[in-house]
């Protein structure tokens, strides 16, 4: 069973918010949107959960679906528990399962020492987490995350995630949108937007294998098509002509992600 | 500091809803509450009842519009014309006799027939007159129904589109958009705790105008809870479909105040309807705090019944039913503006 866009386009006004997008979404895999600001990540986040309207193509999902939006979704005003049991009260849960559930959850999420503070005090690792729970707690079949991580620490990012496997092994089929580059590993696909249009998309591996060209790391900046890392300058090579002094590496998706912004920048 | 005042000029000109509140805002209130912020009564509407009526209505001032003249008509038709509002002097011909029966309701009006009547019993033999339900000519017993009226419009429609504003602000109203509740749920939902404080608002403004200032409470609780409750659905529909077009809270703020505003000025709480230049005064009759000020004082003051007040109640009704049905289907809309395929 498969969910997702098919060749999806929003616009706002004359703006092209996402054009021809496709992504398919399976039960236990968990699909990471990687982009900047303004790639169309959230936009696509909400084109899926029934919050923005298509101009052409298909949204496919599940009755059961369940929506993080970026803000995290937490009610300030509201303690832990009280935004639990808003959600468990508003998907009709059965009192006693959702009772348990909500333990549950407060326990993965280690949340339970604040279970009784207000939204507004809790950190911003704490209210993503929440936020999170608060989406899985109806079990949904569709889990749909708007950048969950952002701002986040390392360590409740780590946290975060490791929450968010933890959903896919229960059978769950999980989106996540991020502005890291390195989450989309952590995914079993990934879709890279730039200004609403698909950069690349696939297995991890699958898109590294495919990128066209060379890449090789050099000690200077050569010509438009390179950039930074670390103590080093990548040059990609279209026709995998070396450049002078270049040293053959393997890509990695940070690297791919940028050949595809890089080239797609200079046909344009 | 020129680049302090260069950076505040150019935001105040890119927020141009503010600057057009700023600029063109300030010119439109001026005119409009320069043609209704009159105290001069020059048109009382005036009926006149009993034998000779026809003759004594011929010779009144200008100051009164003679609406009706009933030949047959006695003291308590000319009371219950002053019950529903429909006149607010009553001048009943007995004999000899000629009395002048003062709406005390419509404070300005009943001030300007006093003028007229205490110059006049002088002149003619066998007349007198009679303030009726406030006596004293007493503000405050004038004022305080229709404040509790106002207090509903800041109550209802101002936090009331602050809290939608702020749900929309936190991200909060997708989150109730995807859950499973229907539009309606999450409307009602939303409204209800303000519905309920604001009825314990007009309850303690009430309370506290009869125990505190003396407001008499004439007549029976029905009208007034009638339109108390079709009132606070205009208000706090408002609320929502000023949080509609709202970016923020800042702009909701301004939009419920630039609605409270004509609803202060226009509404005949504090200037006759009738003293105001007709270009303005067709304002106050759209706005929904004129009917309910009618309500309020008619059931407070004069004594009114709930078929004494079928006209405010329902033209209150048929504004209720536009606001409040406007705010729902906008509500409905930003709540569920994709329908996209189901998968089973």
């Known amino acids: 069973m498969t969910w997702g866009v098919n060749a999806v386009s929003v616009r706002f006004g004359k703006r092209v918010a996402l054009e021809d997008v496709t992504l398919g979404l399976k039960p236990g895999h968990i699909a990471v949107v990687v982009g ?78 604040a279970r009784d503070r207000l939204g507004r005090q809790l950190s911003g690792g704490m209210r993503q987490k929440l936020g999170v729970a608060m989406a899985v707690l109806s079990e949904p079949e569709l889990l749909v995350l708007d950048e969950p991580t952002t701002g986040l620490d390392p360590v409740s990012r780590l946290e975060l995630w490791s929450f968010i496997n933890r959903s896919a092994r229960e059978g769950r089929a999980v989106l996540v949108s991020s502005t890291y580059v390195d989450e989309a590993t952590r995914g079993d696909t990934v879709l890279a937007l730039e200004e609403g249009r698909v950069l690349a998309s696939g297995q991890v591996n699958e898109v590294v294998a495919a990128m066209p060209g060379r890449l090789f790391a050099c000690g200077h900046k050569r010509g438009a098509l390179s950039w930074r890392r670390g103590e080093h300058w990548r040059v990609w090579s279209a026709d995998g002509v070396p450049p002078v002094g270049g040293r053959e590496v393997e890509p990695d998706l940070s690297d791919v992600m940028t050949v595809a912004a890089l080239s797609s920048e200079q046909l344009s | 500091m020129l680049a302090m005042i260069l950076k505040e000029f150019r935001q105040v000109r890119r927020d141009r809803r503010t600057l057009a509140m700023l600029i063109v805002m300030p010119v439109v209130l001026l005119l409009v509450f320069g043609y209704a912020a009159r105290f001069d009564v020059d048109d009382i509407p005036t009926v006149v009842v009993g034998p000779q009526s026809q003759v004594v209505a011929e010779r009144l001032p200008d100051i009164f519009t003679v609406d009706s003249v009933a030949r047959d008509g006695d003291r308590d038709d000319a009371e219950h014309e002053l019950i529903t509002g429909r006149a607010h002097v009553a001048i009943v011909v007995d004999g000899q006799e000629v009395t002048a029966l003062i709406d005390g309701s419509e404070l300005f009006m009943a001030q300007a027939a006093v003028r007229v009547f205490t110059a006049a019993t002088d002149q003619v033999p066998g007349l007198s007159y009679e303030v009726l339900f406030n006596p004293d000519l007493d503000t405050s017993t004038v004022l305080i129904p229709g404040l509790a009226g106002l207090i509903i419009v800041f109550v209802g429609t101002l936090v009331t589109s602050m809290s939608v504003v702020r749900e929309q602000e936190a991200g909060t109203l997708e989150q109730l958009a995807v859950m499973p509740f229907k539009p309606k749920d999450v409307f009602i939902g939303k409204i209800s705790p303000y519905f309920l404080i604001a009825s314990i608002d007009i309850v303690l403004v009430l309370l506290i105008g009869t125990l505190l200032f003396d407001v008499p409470f004439n007549g029976s609780a029905l009208p007034l809870v009638l339109g108390a409750v079709m009132f606070l659905f205009v208000a706090l529909g408002a609320g929502v479909l000023i949080s509609s077009v709202s970016e923020n809270q800042a702009q909701a703020i301004q939009l419920a105040l630039m609605t409270a505003l004509p609803q202060i000025m226009l509404s005949g709480i504090i200037f006759p309807l009738s003293s105001m230049a007709p270009g303005v005064r067709w304002i106050g009759y759209l706005l929904p705090l004129t009917y309910f000020n009618q309500v309020a004082k008619g059931v407070m003051v004069r004594g009114a019944g709930l078929g004494d007040l079928l006209i405010p109640l329902g033209l209150l009704t048929l504004l209720g039913l536009v606001i409040f049905g406007l705010a729902v289907i906008r509500f409905a809309r930003q709540l569920r503006p994709a329908r996209a395929r189901v998968a089973a």
Not at chain 1, 36 to 62: F, N
Not at chain 1, 67 to 81: A, C, K, N, R, Y
Request: aromatic letters at 6%; glycine letters at 8%.
């Open chain 1, 36 to 113: 900047g600001d303004g790639s169309g990540k959230t936009t696509l986040c909400r084109t899926i959960v029934g919050l923005e309207q298509v101009v052409t193509g298909e949204v496919a999902r599940p009755s059961r679906t369940c929506f993080q939006p970026e803000s995290s979704g937490v009610w300030s005003d509201l303690t832990t528990l009280e935004n639990l049991e808003f959600v468990a009260r508003g998907y009709n849960l059965e009192p006693t399962h959702a009772r348990s559930r909500i333990e549950e959850l407060l326990a993965v999420t280690d949340l339970t020492e």
